[in-house]
């Protein structure tokens, strides 16, 4: 958000991205493309005035409630099995959902940490289908 707030900074990076991402696009584009990034960082330079008093350093406000004694709830919309680093690839999403992936995403030191609540449903749910096409496919392989 800070590089937002210094036009010229922002555009330079924008340029760093943008010929690899309109390389690629014309290659699965019908038609041609063209980024242009000066009318690309004018429109974020606008988001960014929009959504400047929205933004804030989250994890200092956390740490200073952990320091007061407040409670916090941290909530994960994950599970372990779709953890980055210790799920069932492929099928995992792109952070990690245990509770060490909370502290660190929240800003929350662990030793701040005094509970923490678990809630288990049935993963398959969500993964039924492509789960059991890895495990027939592995089941062959095998073979």
Do not use: W
Request: proline residues 5%; negative net charge.
């Amino acid at each position: 958000m800070e590089v937002m707030k210094q036009p010229a900074t922002f555009l330079k990076e924008l340029q760093k991205f943008d010929p690899p991402k309109e390389i690629y696009l014309n290659q699965i584009s019908n038609t041609s493309i063209h980024l242009d990034e000066k009318s690309i960082c004018d429109n974020f330079l606008q988001y960014a005035e929009e959504l400047s008093p929205l933004i804030t350093d989250t994890g200092s406000i956390l740490r200073n409630a952990c320091r007061q004694n407040k409670k916090i709830l941290l909530e994960g919309a994950q599970g372990t099995l779709l953890d980055i680093n210790y799920g069932s690839y492929p099928f995992v999403t792109s952070s990690s959902t245990t509770i060490g992936g909370a502290v660190t995403g929240a800003g929350i030191p662990p030793s701040y940490i005094n509970r923490v609540v678990g809630v288990a449903k049935h993963i398959l749910l969500v993964l039924e289908k492509d789960l059991s096409q890895l495990i027939k496919t592995t089941m062959q392989d095998a073979n």
